[in-house]
């Protein structure tokens, strides 16, 4: 895929997100809304309200000035800063995602829904201006959907990585989310989510994993894989590789796919180990807070690597 075709790629993806509240229905997750906030792409914790109390009808602007001091700019659309800890004109500035996914209008102008999970993060910019899906949400939006509609869900997995999609879809039905098997290659559509399970060289040709090969600028995913595969390149919060992982290695991402209204979730990894690794990793608890996660072996590397140079 070349670089032009990546850039029409997130164009689309742009468009498709846009129609995130065209899903089969009210979201089956819990009433209650979680609201976190914090910095340094999660690393670094401010305040989390579980449950946030909601009053009638809010926009998630209203939610987080209930619970932080907050001031704003753009007319009040737009967060300046939470609790004093506040944006700089050195490409360092507050994001916010809903149940996993980047808002794509102000907090002021978002409603509410049930079982949203509001998450506000500042972080640097500089090696992307738009990072449009976490992991860190989990289950989320497999639970609650976004837009307040809930999406069907399809695991594709690919061969002999068997045992690894039993343990991520054993961690789905704990936590009461249907999970339907799908060819690998199905891919999410305007009505459905997928997380795929396989080695990258089974999931490379899906568009999904073709946008991370181009970086954060292109997938929002700080990590990429060697063109055989058989290593994980983990990037700093510039951009930059500072740590390179070899056999038994996975990773856990989320990405935006061209013809979706929603997310591609990849479980991958170097060989069938390192897919392993990454299944055993798909939980609320290990996946808190972090945009993307690699793994290795036992070890979790959160990605980026904040603070590596």
Not at 37 to 56: C, H, L, M, Q
Not at 153 to 165: D, F, L, M, R, W
Not at 236 to 247: F, I, M
Not at 258 to 279: N, R, S, Y
Request: proline content about 6%.
């Amino acid at each position: 895929m070349s670089r032009l075709r990546v850039r029409a790629a997130l164009g689309a993806l742009a468009t498709t997100l846009a129609c995130a509240g065209c899903g089969f229905g009210p979201g089956a997750g819990s009433s209650a809304v979680s609201l976190r906030v914090t910095e340094n792409f999660g690393s670094t914790p401010i305040k989390t309200v579980d449950p946030a109390k909601v009053t009638g009808s809010e926009t998630d602007m209203q939610l987080l000035e209930h619970h932080f001091s907050v001031t704003t700019r753009y007319g009040g659309g737009f967060v300046e800063s939470i609790d004093g800890h506040s944006g700089t004109s050195h490409r360092y500035d507050w994001f916010y995602y809903v149940n996993g996914i980047q808002a794509k209008k102000g907090a002021a102008a978002t409603n509410v829904d049930k079982g949203d999970h509001i998450w506000f993060d500042l972080h640097d910019w500089a090696a992307t201006e738009s990072i449009p899906d976490v992991v860190g949400s989990f289950p989320e939006p497999f639970l609650s959907g976004t837009g307040g509609q809930r999406y069907p869900s399809t695991i594709e997995c690919g061969s002999h990585v068997k045992a690894a999609c039993s343990v991520v879809s054993r961690e789905f039905r704990h936590l009461h989310i249907p999970l339907s098997p799908a060819g690998l290659g199905y891919g999410s559509g305007t009505d459905s989510l997928s997380i795929n399970v396989g080695t990258w060289k089974q999931l490379s040709p899906q568009v999904a994993a073709e946008l991370v090969k181009y970086g954060p600028g292109a997938s929002g995913v700080y990590a990429h894989f060697s063109s055989n595969g058989r290593r994980i390149m983990l990037d700093n919060e510039a951009g930059k590789v500072v740590r390179t992982l070899g056999p038994d290695s996975g990773l856990i991402a989320a990405v935006g796919d061209a013809q979706a209204a929603v997310p591609t979730w990849l479980v991958a990894g170097t060989d069938p180990a390192g897919v392993m690794a990454a299944a055993r990793a798909v939980t609320p608890q290990a996946l808190a807070d972090h945009f993307a996660l690699a793994v290795h072996g036992s070890t979790r590397y959160p990605v980026p690597l904040t603070g590596s140079s």
